[in-house]
């Protein structure tokens, strides 16, 4: 009898420890999806805009913020939006994401439809330069070039020549792989995508130069990346092949085709005699050039030396990009722009040269 109550007791004391011990978990799995649900992401994508189309499912929502990690479980995300805020509450739209947010305040975000999109629109034209680009922001009085120019590096500028009196352009190598051969002495020519976007009033040329670079690393898809690496030659030297053809041609015709000639050239081991980076350095193009001007030492001066120039001349568009790793094979060795920007194709030296006296008059 008394080891029968003994037994009873011990059973149920075993309930009530199993009962505690499954409460405690319980509890602790409330707590642990509280604390995703409201904690922080722990890597973010700064400055960010997020374009959620009409009619996509939640499923597909969630997989485009956890890919711009804007949030780490998308699952969770599902979860919470359709119990808490309904299966279809989300807002098509443009949504701005400045600083890291919760899992739960991204549902509520989207379901209220809080863009936080007072924004200014800045268009980088094609072919803009790091010095055009910090006069853009200096006109539209967000501050000055200079503080630009800082943070993406100045134009043109060789800094192993300056002999530690110029800071070096700042590293962003941590940002996009694509920099990785990206030599640490010249600035961000040719990297600063052309595109429209949208900044937030207050932003910082350093913030600047970030949304950019994460815009570039986007438009350089996977297939294009791969087509680069199968070229031979790094994102460096197409971005630099690139910015000439920006500067030499308007078609992406004519832009293959002078790509075609100007690699040629470079395995030919012959100067390329290209006249746009003269624009980049000494503001004067073609027609105002002098004999003097061709001789002028500069790592930019493919009339004096041999090789690509220094770096890009110009932050090149997609077009100009393509261009370089599509090139257009062709007999031609020569090409020149008569007044119009019309192209001139030739095969030899002699006819290059009748084709300059017919269309440019030398």
């Known amino acids: ?23 405690a978990f319980f509890l602790f799995l409330i707590s642990f999806y509280i604390y995703l649900i409201f904690s922080l992401p722990k890597t973010f994508n700064h400055g960010i805009i997020i374009h959620i189309e009409e009619g996509a499912s939640l499923k597909e929502i969630a997989g485009q913020l956890k890919q711009e990690k804007i949030i780490q479980k998308p699952g969770l995300f599902r979860l919470v ?38 924004l200014t629109k800045v268009t980088i034209p094609e072919g803009a330069t790091v010095r055009d680009i ?11 070039a200079e503080e630009f ?50 900044f937030p009033p207050n ?10 670079l994460r815009n570039f690393d986007k438009k350089i898809d996977s297939g294009l990346r791969q087509k680069i690496s199968q070229s031979g030659y790094g994102v460096f030297e197409i971005l630099t092949m690139a910015s000439l053809l920006e500067k030499e041609a308007s078609n992406f015709n004519d832009r293959q085709l002078i790509a075609g000639v100007l690699w040629k050239r470079l395995k030919d081991n012959m100067l390329l005699q290209v006249d746009a ?33 220094l770096g890009p001349i110009a932050n ?38 009748e084709k300059k006296a017919k269309y440019l008059g030398t």
Request: charged content about 25%; some cysteine.
């Open 1 to 23: 009898m008394i080891f029968g109550r003994i037994k009873e007791q011990m059973n149920i004391e075993k309930k009530i420890r199993i009962l505690a011990l499954g409460c």
């Open 81 to 118: 939006t359709q119990y808490v805020f309904g299966e279809k509450s989300v807002k098509a739209g443009d949504y701005f994401f400045e600083k890291p947010i919760s899992l739960f305040t991204a549902a509520r975000r989207l379901a209220q439809g809080d863009y936080e999109l007072s």
């Open 134 to 144: 910090g006069f853009i922001f200096e006109n539209l009085g967000q501050w000055q």
């Open 149 to 198: 120019w800082e943070e993406a590096g100045y134009p043109g500028v060789d800094y192993r020549q300056t002999d530690g009196q110029m800071p070096w352009p700042k590293d962003f190598y941590s940002i996009i792989p694509l920099l990785s051969g990206k030599p640490n002495y010249v600035s961000l020519e040719g990297y600063l995508f052309p595109d429209t976007y949208f």
């Open 203 to 212: 932003i910082t040329p350093e913030g600047v130069v970030t949304m950019i």
């Open 277 to 309: 980076p003269f624009v980049y350095v000494i503001d004067k193009n073609t027609f105002s050039l002098s004999k003097k001007d061709l001789q002028m030492d500069s790592p930019y001066n493919t009339y004096r030396y041999k090789g690509l120039p």
């Open 316 to 353: 090149p568009g997609l077009d100009s990009i393509k261009a370089a790793v599509f090139p257009k094979e062709s007999e031609y060795w020569y090409y020149l722009s008569d007044q119009e920007g019309n192209i001139h194709f030739s095969q030899t030296l002699k006819e290059h040269k």
